[in-house]
């Protein structure tokens, strides 16, 4: 058997170099190039030979349960063997406490092997004896070594390996430091392959840089099958997983958590925690309607409109993305006669929840007009709806569903796009449909 070559890769453009430089020759980024190792093509192919799409077993949706239905829904409907998960967030959000949890709730039904290079076997066990997951077959491993892992893996049969974290493992085969681009990418591919081959569900605990995004070269997103990333509003006791890849179900799908003393406890109604009964009524508050994932979720719009203290105006917002709130001020100022001036706008999205949709556009707007003319719109008005730069209101995905939502939830009156109305309203609520932005302000005030 050939021997494999030790080369340098450039993390930017991928270049190939036979020793290292502080200067990528191809491209002259500096401090890019990395060690890794070439192998050599096999002179005879090996493996598994092709079969036909009958042949495959009928077990193709097998999915195991983890123990939290909020869990599962982001998963896409609970863990599929053979699938490699990816779990990103920041120190300390609850990455370890929540697949410590999730261990112990699989361990009760198949083999588990949690992989530790970051905690000792005691550190482990305390918080397993808070959290409560003693039970079960549940197996611990204090190692930073890749093939020892693996190896650990294969030998105790587990159906679930859990790896904390992935920017600590190594192979032996490379002589570059634990987390470096050519270290994950090694470990990474070799723990999809044995994820693959041996039929094994995996979830890699990842870091994340100071950006949010997952430490180290994009393509390991690409290798793995899901990617979750933990997001949390510092001030806020909730934290929420949102699926931004999955191969087994809707991206974008999001699951809300509570942490509790006893670890982490799922919210079976998230629309409740992103609705304040205090601010109920009052001016610069209105209802929305957001699609997250395969789910309606109602949320909470504020908006502050106040006198400027400078030349300079402040256009803040929270929760929905900047730029948009300057396109909606434009719109409002030129077809729905309502100038903010110099004043100072803030909004923000209650609960801490991040709306990357166009749908809050209505609502958006209806709370920056009841703060700007202290002003309370409707009771238990609920909104929704994208606004275009002509000032026409257009209509969204799922709008029935939105509305189906809102009733349950109390809500007597929806404004919502034309198109959005539905042939035969719920019972309990009342529909308007509007097609200029004009015709929402009226009705809501």
């Given at each position: ?11 930017e453009c991928g270049a190939h170099s036979v020793k290292w430089a ?424």
């Amino acid at each position: 058997m050939a021997r494999s070559h030790v080369a340098y890769v450039c993390s930017e453009c991928g270049a190939h170099s036979v020793k290292w430089a502080g200067q990528c020759p191809d491209c002259s980024a500096w401090n890019t190039l990395s060690e890794t190792t070439v192998r050599p093509p096999r002179a005879t192919p090996t493996g598994a030979a092709a079969r036909t799409l009958d042949a495959v077993i009928d077990d193709v949706g097998e999915r195991q349960a983890t123990g939290f239905a909020e869990f599962d829904r982001v998963l896409g409907g609970g863990l599929t063997p053979g699938a490699v998960v990816l779990l990103g967030g920041d120190p300390g959000v609850g990455k370890s406490t929540l697949l410590q949890q999730v261990s112990g709730n699989l361990a009760a039904k198949v083999p588990v092997c949690y992989a530790s290079g970051e905690e000792s076997l005691r550190q482990i066990g305390q918080r397993a004896q808070r959290l409560g997951t003693v039970q079960g077959d549940l197996r611990l491993l204090a190692e930073t070594t890749l093939e020892t892992v693996l190896e650990q893996a294969a030998a105790t049969e587990c159906r679930v390996l859990v790896v904390d974290s992935i920017q600590t493992l190594a192979s032996d085969a490379l002589g570059s430091a634990p987390g470096s681009v050519a270290q994950l990418r090694e470990c990474v591919g070799r723990v999809v392959q044995f994820a693959k081959r041996h039929d094994v569900a995996v979830f890699l605990i990842g870091h994340v840089t100071k950006e949010g995004a997952i430490a180290g070269p994009r393509v390991v997103e690409h290798m793995v099958d899901t990617v979750l990333y933990f997001e949390n509003d510092p001030g806020s006791r909730y934290t929420m997983i949102r699926s931004v890849k999955n191969r087994f179900g809707a991206s974008g799908e999001i699951g809300v958590f509570a942490m509790t003393a006893e670890g982490f406890r799922e919210v079976r109604n998230p629309s409740a925690i992103f609705l304040s009964q205090e601010t109920a009524g009052e001016p610069g508050s209105t209802v929305s309607v957001a699609w997250e994932g395969s789910r309606p979720m109602l949320v909470e719009i504020q908006a502050l409109v106040a006198d400027g203290s400078t030349s300079h105006p402040k256009r803040l917002a929270q929760g929905v993305e900047q730029n948009r709130l300057a396109l909606l001020l434009a719109v409002l100022q030129r077809h729905g006669n309502v100038d903010p001036g110099a004043d100072d706008v803030f909004v923000n999205v209650a609960g801490g929840l991040r709306i990357a949709e166009t749908a809050v556009d209505l609502p958006v707007v209806l709370a920056i007009v009841s703060s700007l003319r202290n002003r309370t719109p409707v009771k238990q008005l609920v909104s929704f709806g994208e606004i275009g730069l002509a000032g026409e209101v257009r209509p969204v995905r799922f709008g029935e569903e939105r509305i189906a939502a809102a009733a349950k939830q109390g809500f007597k009156l929806a404004i919502v796009p034309h198109a959005n109305v539905p042939r035969k309203p719920p019972s309990g609520i009342r529909v308007v449909g509007v097609r200029r932005i004009g015709e929402a302000l009226d009705a809501a005030y």
